[in-house]
């Protein structure tokens, strides 16, 4: 069994070793690249302006007296789980924020000394601006309007949070939010009877086209048939038309013919030749005294234009 030897001496190196790594680790700090220090000196702030800033990388500092606050300069995101508010109809809303910041590098120095408590107050500006343009909203209209609220939630913040903290609001985001059971309700009633308004409209509107197809189908059946009654006028027209044509072209030429026919003959011939153009060639009866006498003008005409025998 080994025997262990305790002396001062020992005690005294070993609590020596122990306070130079201590030593050591204290006299100097590293920093990210989106990284700067602050100094304080016994919980003091000493750091008096942004050129006193501790940059990225390894620095020294005094151990023990001086402590390094870090901050980070890059995009930041804090979230607010729960906000509660009233919308403009009374109705109570609930949700969840969460805001984009950077923390700018030439006012970190005013920052943490005049605002150290900046998360808190940051938190206190962004729900304030949230819950007023949600008060201004109608509940029905919130899901609809989302990105817009949230765009006039980050301009006022924005404006609010410089003025005040000297912090550069980036963007407000809502990733939920969620009503009360009976406005859910009510929501859900008002949209099955929206979606039952919406089938009675299209019927409506299906009604309509179908009577607007049977109106146009008889207006094409009545212009049908007036087409065709006014192709068959337009038929009989040129009918009369052609007959009258006819007729003209035939009475002139009978007026031609007759023309011809006088010069041939002579004008006082006329007469007869148009008596004897409407003879039939029978014969007339001569009826007298009860007794029938039939004469035959054709014999006695030819006895008379017949000619003499010699010496008779």
Known sequence: MTEFNFSPKKAFAGVALVGAVGLSLGSFTILEETERGIDYRLGEM??????????????????????????????????YPVVSTYTRDNQVITASLTVMYKMPEGELVSIFKNNPDYLSKLETTVMDAAKSALGRQEAQNVAQNREQIMLQVTEETAKQVKDLLGIEVVAVKMPNFDFDDDFERAVSK????????DEKRTELEQQRVEKDKTIVAAEGANEAKKLEADAAAYELQKQKEAEAIGNLAIAQAEAEGFTKIVEAIGQENIATYLQTSKWDGSVPAVNGGG????????????AV????????
Do not use: C, W, Y
């Open 305 to 312: 234009q017949a000619p003499k025998a010699p010496g008779k």
């Open 46 to 79: 000493v750091t008096e302006s942004a050129d006193q800033l501790r940059s990225q990388g390894f620095s020294l500092k005094v151990p023990f007296l001086t402590s390094v606050k870090k901050v980070d300069i890059s995009l930041q995101q804090a979230d």
């Open 291 to 302: 007794a029938s006498t039939l004469v035959d003008m054709r014999e006695i005409t030819h």
């Open 190 to 197: 008002a949209a099955n009877a929206k979606a039952v308004l």
